[in-house]
């Protein structure tokens, strides 16, 4: 009896995890190497008419294949990679059956086009001039097969370039940002130090799948929705989130200031804030309270919640996590229930709120991470006890990320570093108690746990689906799954 209790269990759970779960695509590569195991791919979903492009790169040689909407092959052949040394892949443009791949070197310096024409089954390198005079490289956003470059001067001037049919970079949009010496910086320098490299201070972030506190703490975000761009600032001199918000279809741009939330018990320490949709949600902490205001794009408060230090947090559908590094050798993950504990920890960090929305709802994380300086001058993140390194990349400990932030914000997903709560609202906004859900990336762990030797992983959206691609080194076949 107890055996059979235990199968329906297993049985029940495995359901869970498989739900939805659907192979749609699977095609060998006899030429590939198993022994290579650095194999890249790259997904590349055509919006205009729904066929897909996927493009593998072995060494030197590129496999692309090119399928329909329902995931019938059309074309493939083989080509030659870029030159190594344009290793940073950024965005694609597509024309007709002509896939346009843009790359760059490692200072995004130097850029090149591989052209991936199926038509004629040939692909061609082609290097590009960008003359980004004083000016450094930000990051991509993509719209209706076009991408678009951004780019930003030491003045905090935003611009916004396009890839003409000629190859040609045009200037479309120049937005002036404000003071550069104020919180609203486009740029900074990787560390405190004076002759540390000037770079990209933007994170961008897709609202769409779980994003971790690391990435949702940053000052500076970047999002997209369809054709508008949404560019925000958490200025803590100005006591407000600054939201600058381009229609690429338009160029219209539009400026909204939302003030910070404010202690009832003193001034907050701490302050951030997230996008999802047409609502901003502000969140302030200090050690004694928060306070989590969602907000229209009018400034008007749909709902508001209110922590304080000695009271249990009536919203948590989880137990305060701390992951990463604790107080506690080789323990990586501790639980906690008390309110104080949690507000001294977040408060005394970077504070950050991430929520994506469900077929119930949204479900939201809040918590809050710290960066400390090690002795050899590097960077750590750390849950709120202990320490663990982590490469350092980008300003303020995070890599500089172009192309897909959904694949992005997967591999972040196993490497968070915070202290946490989970939580859950309906599409008002009402605080919903209900278990914690398995999320899509953890479905995703679970799903490929078996898989031995897999390599050249991507998630990607296409056709408002989400996919796992992953190549299997052993049979040597390249497989989608529907998520």
Do not use: C
Not at 102 to 115: D, G, I, P, Q, T
Not at 256 to 272: D, Q, T
């Amino acid at each position: 009896m107890k055996k059979n209790v235990a199968l329906t269990i297993m049985a029940f759970f495995a359901v869970i995890l498989t739900h939805a779960q659907e192979e749609v695509l699977s095609f060998k590569i006899e030429e590939s190497n198993y022994l290579i195991k650095n194999k890249d791919a790259y997904s590349l979903p055509n919006s205009m008419n729904g066929d897909l492009a996927l493009v593998l790169v072995e060494k030197k040689t590129v496999y692309a294949k090119l399928f329909d909407k329902n995931f019938q092959f059309i074309k493939a052949f083989e080509t030659d990679a870029l030159k190594s040394k344009y290793n940073n892949f950024l965005d694609y443009k597509v024309i007709g059956n002509k896939y346009y791949l843009l790359a760059s070197n490692n200072s995004y310096k130097k850029f090149a086009v591989l052209s991936i024409d199926f038509d004629k089954q040939q692909g061609e390198s082609i290097e590009v001039d960008f003359q980004f005079d004083n000016e450094k490289f930000l990051e991509t956003v993509r719209y209706n097969n076009q991408p678009y470059i951004i780019s930003a001067t030491t003045e905090n001037a935003f611009i916004l370039r396009t890839l003409n049919n000629d190859l040609k970079p045009e200037i479309l949009h120049t937005v002036e940002i404000g003071d550069p010496e104020k919180d609203q910086k486009l740029l900074a320098r990787k560390s405190h130090m004076f002759f540390a490299p000037i770079e990209s201070n933007i994170t961008k972030i897709d609202n769409r799948v779980p994003v971790t506190i690391e990435q949702a703490a940053s000052k500076t975000k970047l999002y997209q929705n369809e054709n508008k761009i949404y560019l925000t600032f958490d200025d803590d001199e100005q006591s407000n989130t600054s939201l600058f918000i381009l229609d690429l279809k338009t160029l219209e741009l539009s400026t909204h200031f939302f003030k910070y939330p404010e202690g009832r018990v003193k001034e907050f320490a701490r302050y951030n804030s997230f996008i999802l949709d047409n609502n901003i949600i502000q969140l302030g902490s200090n050690k004694e309270e928060m306070k989590i205001e969602v907000k229209n794009f009018d400034g008007e408060i749909i709902k508001e919640y209110y922590l304080e230090k000695e009271v249990p947090i009536a919203i948590k559908n989880s137990p305060i996590i701390q992951e990463g590094g604790t107080a506690i050798p080789f323990v990586n993950r501790r639980e906690m229930e008390e309110t104080s504990k949690f507000l001294r920890k977040v408060s005394s960090g970077k504070l950050g709120i991430t929520i994506y929305e469900t077929p119930s709802g949204y479900t939201a994380t809040i918590g809050g991470y710290k960066i400390v300086a090690n002795n050899g001058g590097g960077m750590m993140m750390m849950g709120g006890g202990g320490f663990t390194s982590v490469g350092n990349t980008g300003v303020g400990g995070m890599p500089i990320m172009v192309f897909n932030p959904t694949f992005y914000s997967y591999n972040m997903h196993e490497a968070t570093k915070s202290t946490f709560f989970n939580t859950h609202f309906d599409k008002d906004f009402n605080y919903v108690k209900k278990e914690v859900e398995v999320d899509v990336f953890d479905k995703i762990e679970e799903y490929k746990k078996d898989i031995d030797r897999i390599t050249a992983e991507d998630v990607f959206f296409h056709n408002n689906n989400l996919y796992f691609g992953y190549f299997n080194m052993r049979d040597k076949y390249y497989r989608i799954i529907k998520m």
